[in-house]
């Protein structure tokens, strides 16, 4: 795409001067004045003096307000004092002005109306300086990040249609080409699940009137996009600042728009500038169009992220950005000039294609291929408008002659005009017939246009574009739209043309050589184009050319000659299997230099490489890792080494103590154990115990119940002082309690103690509501004693009694919820105590468990315990990570934070070093701060009496080493495992990996280092485990992962097959040290979703000198679009609070909504008569509410569901970041009274 860009330049800046001419002082207007653009500087130079003195008086100005500009940018007053922006943007605006005059012919021009001399305002031109260096100090800011975020959901977002053209407009366009290339780039986007629509603002078709090349592709391809692609294109919109662009954004709220920032001209660049600074302004991000770059998962691209200050340039220049807006894209009637004294409007020319359309509509009835129409409409429309031009030129016979002394080029006869449309005519009947492998296979031709014939090939683009204008508007005409990229193909034009001009020039007949088909085909064209012309004589189909007048001259080459001749190039031959294999087919057509070349026979054969030096420099080849300092190693004999081991590792398992409470385990090696397996197997089948078992069991029961009654005994010691605690102050007497759970292991004293908690809460609830009276209360309170209840319901349901039952049913009946102490004493009987409505909570249960308890809500748990974990009950997602681990499979595990997956990796390292003293498992992070913090919890959890020179973990990263290679557990970053497995010194110890756990491998599909975690996971050969939090496509990764490991599985079977026929791999097995294990390439998917905690988003603005904190409902951030188009995103989920929330909102909104009463919180069926709500209940609540939302906008409720998410969006006050940051202090303090500390924040 860059390389296409520079081409273009490149021819623009050599074909710039060709269009400067002395004569342009003579043409009726200035250069200046033509639709849309500002003169070029070719064109300042051929003018008057007077001109030029304003040129730099325009400089100076610039200059002037460059310098104030930068001192109202304080924020980036620092970085800009040394950058001259006028320079910078001088170059960028004379490239784009030349680009532009390369389509550009004195011959033809399109000129306003009416010749407008006056220049414009002082004002205007400093305005568009100021927005210049406006957006060249946001575009300077621009960061190279990923576009589409790999592992959620894409954001929606805008391509502006006309900087998609720019992107792909090389130095010769192949219309098929230019199509194909837009075609890619937008397929690309949306295989990486990108959502997006384009938007070609009808202002901005204004500025192609002078290049109708342009013109009639940017057509083509609105109506290409519109009828032969999925993508959805919008042109209702005049430009950025019109009012149904504002409603738009309103409604879609794009997260960014791709925009160029240079133009075709200079004009357009303003006109783009305008369109950044107001996106910007309306708080949409902006992509550049130029830099952006793709591999299989990504796309790269500069993005400029909005600020305050964009709005408040925006709302301080609004009217001069109206002002600016409305000069560059104002229409003033122009019209078309050719030979500079032809001239015709263009109104004119559309209304004859207008007529021609409706007399071409009788003529097919049936409508044909767009081809076929444009053809015909195109040339009929040129030659009937060409003949008029002629006709209505009152131009002497004397000025003719002065005008051509002077060099200009003289206008086509319509004899000569009509054979170029005859030529015209054949091609599209090549194209309609020729297959496309054929027309690869056409000459290069070297040849270009004449100055003659260009006025009139461009006039008839100028004709294609209001015939594709006129046919998108024609709905009772059947047309084939399938070929609106393969309108024209200018080389195939060039070939037909240099044919019979050939012809002609030999003297030769002009014989039918075409063939019946293509013979007929242009027949039917040209007759056609006969019956459209009317009155005009057009000559019949045969011959072709009827005159000699030359349509192509030759391009100037210069040639050099060299007196060296050139050597031959070729490869030299390499016999391979691999090469072979890798190449196939390939091979046979590459060019292969001969035994007795003199670069085959001056190779010294026979000689062996044995990579021991650096191929430039000589030197000796030394292992990457030795150059990473060694710190420590316990292979050390050094006393002072010694010691900083020590230290060392007495350093780690403190730090590690305060990672993790549990104390360290100590691992004992169990292949003693191991080897009277079998011995232990025949035990357990035993059918009888014998008496051995039954005393050691005896024994243990007996323990069980003495320190059981120890227990029972301190918490009747702790029982009152804690009792009275909680009355003292809730919050740190239920975090006492808490602490009491965890240090207690019988189940039945933490009844006990759950039990005394309640009766506690319950009294300062009964305390609370009699100091509050009639006023309103803190139902935090009420919620301590609604989660006791939750958690002896769930948790102790074995040893709840029926007088414990009758309690809670008490409490219930206590706090309000009859209808729960009903469901769960199964009595319906009245209370008798007429006090229970003084401490009555005023919510339904329902409404209160899931507004209030929020987060205390319990997730769903399995009771029955695992030998293989000791201190917790794992889920069933979690025992699938066991049973992975013990099967020696790999996995994929894809859980939020904190939600217990990092426990398999533990787990995994627990059984390798019991395994044996050899296996390895290596840990791989992707920062040196989580390597540091997982080495800690290694030291922590795990102690292992092993060999002299062996120790438990080991680190390898850029900046340190130690027991890199004597450790049974690494702990390292991607980029140095990657070292050891090439490393051809470290093949020994590769080969005793038994596991390699790679934690957050979503860098997978990062910025940065993302090959190397791929090298990795397709280079290991042992089972794995991948964990992440935040991979979007699991089962796709997973997919990949399996297909690595079966290739290995038959890279292994070859092996193995090939060694079983060899008789010296077979005599020469060496026993590992390493335990055989069976070998498992089986990948396991793991996935699981529910957050152990929800997060909840809130927005803080600052209003005044205090901060506004706002809670912000995640259903803010869609649309009605979005969830029309694309439904709600899967990452985006809603805390019970926010489910309450959004069914609120919805009664607001349609009070006579139908699904109110069974979508209420009392009545929905998960929830009714429910004493214990869980979160899996709250989710399909939630899924329930959203499936309902999106209902309302197939039954047409759009205005409602657009009002309620106005109603959840927050209202944040907007001010500058520095003003934030100067009241950061007392951003703290209100945190702190909110109770929201300790936070983290990202500075």
């Not at 056609?528 to 072709?544: H, N, W």
């Not at 935090?780 to 414990?804: G, T």
Request: glycine fraction near 2%.
């Amino acid at each position: 795409m860059d390389s296409a860009e520079r081409n273009f330049k490149k021819v623009v800046r050599n074909d710039a001067n060709m269009n400067a001419s002395d004569d342009d002082k003579h043409s009726e207007c200035s250069d200046g004045e033509k639709i849309g653009f500002i003169p070029t500087k070719e064109d300042k130079e051929s003018g008057s003096k007077s001109n030029s003195d304003e040129h730099h008086d325009t400089s100076d100005i610039a200059e002037a307000a460059i310098k104030q500009m930068l001192k109202e940018e304080e924020d980036r007053e620092k970085e800009a004092e040394d950058l001259d922006y006028n320079d910078a943007h001088g170059i960028v605006t004379t490239e784009v002005t030349q680009l532009a005059s390369q389509t550009e012919d004195q011959d033809f021009r399109v000129l306003p109306h009416q010749c407008d001399s006056q220049s414009p305002e002082i004002k205007h031109v400093e305005f568009l300086k100021k927005l210049r260096l406006h957006i060249w100090a946001c575009l300077s800011r621009a960061q190279y990040v990923s576009l589409l975020k790999d592992f959620v959901e894409s954001e929606f977002f805008v391509i502006d249609g006309d900087s998609l053209l720019l992107m792909f407009l090389d130095e010769k366009i192949q219309y098929l080409n230019f199509f194909y290339q837009i075609e890619c780039f937008l397929q690309d986007f949306t295989e990486k699940g990108a959502k997006y629509v384009i938007v070609f603002f009808k202002d901005a078709e204004q500025m192609y009137f002078p290049y109708p090349c342009f013109l009639f592709l940017r057509t083509a391809l609105i109506e290409h996009l519109r009828h032969n692609t999925g993508t959805t294109v919008h042109t209702e919109f005049s430009n950025c600042l019109s009012s149904k662009w504002e409603i738009f954004l309103k409604k879609s709220y794009p997260y960014f728009i791709i925009v160029s920032d240079v133009g075709l001209t200079s004009l357009q660049t303003d006109y783009l500038s305008i369109l950044i600074a107001h996106s910007l302004s309306k708080k949409i991000n902006v992509v550049l169009a130029s830099g952006q770059e793709y591999d299989i998962l990504r796309v790269y691209g500069y993005h400029v992220q909005n600020v305050f200050k964009h709005r408040l340039f925006f709302q301080k220049y609004k009217r001069d950005l109206q002002y600016a807006c409305e000069n560059l894209v104002k229409y003033r009637e122009p019209f078309v000039c050719l030979y500079e004294h032809l001239k015709l409007s263009l109104k004119t020319i559309e209304e004859e294609v207008c007529q021609t359309v409706q007399l071409l509509k009788q003529l097919w009835p049936k409508g044909s291929d767009i081809r076929r129409v444009v053809c015909v409409l195109a040339s009929s429309v040129a030659l009937k408008i060409y003949s008029k031009m002629l006709e209505n030129a009152s131009t002497s016979v004397r000025t003719k002659t002065k005008r051509s002394a002077r060099g200009r080029s003289k206008p086509l006869s319509p004899e000569e005009a009509a054979d170029l449309c005859r030529i015209q005519c054949l091609t599209v009947a090549f194209l309609l017939h020729m297959p496309l492998s054929q027309r690869a296979q056409i000459r290069i031709m070297k040849s270009c246009w004449t100055k003659q014939v260009l006025p009139l090939i461009k006039m008839q683009q100028l004709c294609t574009y209001f015939a594709l204008t006129q046919l998108s508007d024609t709905n009772d005409w059947k047309l084939d739209l399938t070929y609106l990229p393969d309108l024209n193909d200018d080389s195939l034009l060039m070939n037909l043309a240099h044919y019979y001009e050939n012809k002609c020039t030999e003297g030769l007949e002009f014989e039918k050589e075409l063939g019946k088909e293509l013979e007929n085909e242009y027949q039917c064209l040209w007759n056609t184009v006969q019956k459209l012309s009317v009155k005009y004589s057009l000559g019949d189909a045969f011959p072709v050319r009827k005159t000699s007048q030359l349509f192509l001259e030759q391009q100037q080459t210069v040639f050099r000659d060299y007196a060296e001749e050139i050597p031959k190039i070729g490869l030299i031959s390499v016999k391979s299997d691999l090469v072979k294999e890798y190449a196939g087919d390939v091979l046979k057509d590459l060019p292969v230099l001969g035994s007795n070349d003199p670069s085959v026979t001056s190779l010294i054969k026979s000689k062996e490489f044995h990579e021991l030096r650096h191929w430039h420099s000589g030197r000796p080849l030394t292992e990457e890792y030795e150059r990473v300092q060694c710190n420590a190693d316990a292979k050390s004999k050094d006393p002072e080494e010694r010691r900083q081991i020590q230290k060392l590792q007495t350093f780690l398992h403190f730090y590690g103590s305060t990672l993790e409470d549990s104390p360290s385990k100590l691992i004992v090696h169990q292949g003693d154990v191991s080897r009277n397996a079998n011995a232990a197997v025949k035990k357990t089948q035993k059918k009888h115990k014998s008496k051995a078992e039954t005393i050691a069991e005896e024994n243990s029961r007996r323990l069980k119940t003495k320190e059981e009654q120890k227990e029972q005994e301190q918490w009747k010691a702790l029982c009152i002082p804690t009792e009275k605690e909680i009355k003292a102050n809730l919050t740190v007497g239920i975090n006492k309690l808490e602490k009491f759970l965890k240090t207690f292991k019988s189940k039945s004293v933490k009844f006990s103690i759950e039990m005394t908690g309640l009766s506690a809460c319950l009294e300062v609830w009964k305390e609370h509501c009699r100091e509050q009276g009639d006023r309103s209360k803190d139902l935090s309170k009420a919620v301590q004693v609604m989660r006791r209840i939750h958690i002896l319901l769930e948790k102790y349901q074995d040893l709840l009694e029926k007088s414990h039952l009758q309690k809670l049913t008490r409490y219930l009946r206590l706090l309000g919820f009859e209808n729960l102490a009903c469901s769960l004493s199964a009595q319906t009987e009245e209370s008798k105590n007429q006090n229970i409505s003084n401490y009555a909570i005023k919510v339904g249960p329902a409404r209160f468990q899931l507004q209030y308890m929020d987060y205390y809500l319990l997730r769903e748990e399995r009771n029955d315990p695992d030998p293989r974990v000791q201190h917790f009950i794992p889920d069933t997602w979690q025992r699938e990570l066991l049973d992975a681990v013990d099967n020696n499979e790999s996995a994929v595990i894809v859980a939020p934070t904190s939600s217990g997956k990092t426990y398999a990796s533990y787990y995994c390292m627990e059984k390798v070093l019991k395994t044996s003293n050899e296996g390895v498992v290596v840990y791989v992070a992707p920062t040196k701060a989580l390597v540091n913090q997982v080495v800690g919890t290694i030291y922590s959890r795990f102690t292992k009496n092993l060999p002299d020179g062996l120790v438990v973990c080991g680190v390898f990263t850029r900046d340190y080493r130690n027991d890199v290679l004597n450790s049974q557990i690494l702990v390292t970053v991607p980029q140095c495992l990657e070292i050891l497995m090439l490393s051809p010194r470290c093949q020994n110890w590769t080969k005793r990996i038994q596991y390699v756990i790679f934690d957050e491998v979503h860098c997978l599909g990062g910025e940065i280092g993302a090959e190397v975690w791929e090298h990795l996971l397709v280079t290991i050969r042992c089972p794995f485990l991948a964990l992440s939090a935040t991979v979007s496509n699991p089962e796709h990764l997973t997919e990949w992962l399996q297909s690595v490991k079966r290739y290995w599985q038959r890279a292994k079977n070859t092996i193995e097959r090939s060694s079983m026929n060899t008789e010296n791999t077979r005599n020469c097995k060496v026993k590992s040290k390493v335990q055989e294990q069976k070998k498992s390439y089986r990948v396991r998917l793991v996935l699981y979703e529910e957050r152990y905690n929800d997060l909840e988003k809130y927005v803080c603005s600052l209003k005044g000198s205090d901060f506004v904190i706002e809670h912000c409902h995640p259903c803010a951030a869609l649309t009605v679009n979005h969830i029309e188009n694309y439904g709600f995103p899967l990452d985006l989920s809603l805390s019970p609070r926010e489910s309450i929330q959004l069914y609120d909102t919805m009664v607001k909104v349609w009070q006579k909504w139908p699904r109110a009463q069974e979508l209420d919180p009392e009545e929905f069926v998960s929830f009714k008569n429910k004493v214990v709500i869980k979160k899996a209940d709250v989710r399909k609540y939630e899924q329930e509410l959203k499936k309902e939302l999106s209902r309302w906008i197939v039954l047409g409720q759009r205005q409602k569901v657009n009002k309620l998410l106005e109603h959840l969006k927050p209202k944040p006050v907007d001010c500058s970041e520095r003003e934030k940051w100067k009241h950061f202090a007392s951003f703290v303090d209100k945190l702190h009274e909110m109770d929201k500390l300790p936070a983290i924040f990202f500075m």
